[in-house]
């Protein structure tokens, strides 16, 4: 399975758009690329998920390198309640179809 | 909306009984998944549903089980709970396909003393 390497923390100051990058260099040619988020005592929740291109909603941006081995997430105006741990997932096939490994994430807090 | 509820936010537990966590979800979804967290150690699946009466294991399944009778209702059983079993356990459902997303429910603490 494809396993990530993000940065356990970073800062963001509100208003600025925050950058959140995720290694995935084993990453296999069938495997997408989620970005989940945690915020405290919830339940985490599904932001943005790519295969090759770059994707964009409502939440996010997802940048995916041509080499598909890393990726940016991108929240452009960053706000107080996009404080949260952020997860980059490579997901693997199974009966159940894609399947979501976690890792430790990234803690991002976001400051006035 | 999807809503996934668990049956508790928290519970408190005695070594040796046997732990009931439940998880229904309202929208039909084929695939049910149970999680759970644990500092530093992010997200482990527990055990996955992909149909009714269908189970696989996940990555840590040892000391659970489960049970999908009803296609909305998944449950994790702790047969006899340990102190190592205290955790958050966060349940998941999906609508069936190659590419989709995970709902998750609020999570249960459970602690056993």
Known sequence: ?112 | DVKVTQSSRYLVKRTGEKVFLECVQDMDHENMFWYRQDPGLGLRLIYFSYDVKMKEKGDIPEGYSVSREKKERFSLILESASTNQTSMYLCASRKRGAVGTQYFGPGTRLTVL
């Open chain 1, 1 to 112: 399975d494809a396993k990530t390497t993000q940065p356990t923390s970073m800062d963001c100051a509100e208003g600025r758009a925050a950058n959140l990058p995720c290694n995935h260099s084993t990453i296999s040619g069938n495997e997408y690329v989620y970005w989940y988020r945690q915020i405290h005592s919830q339940g985490p929740q599904y932001i943005i998920h790519g295969l090759k291109n770059n994707e964009t909603n409502e939440m996010a941006s997802l940048i995916i390198t041509e080499d598909r081995k890393s990726s940016t997430l991108i929240l452009p105006h960053a706000t107080l309640r996009d404080t949260a741990v952020y997860y980059c997932i490579v997901s693997r096939l199974s009966n159940a179809g894609n399947m979501l490994t976690f890792g430790g994430g990234t803690r991002l807090m976001v400051k006035p």
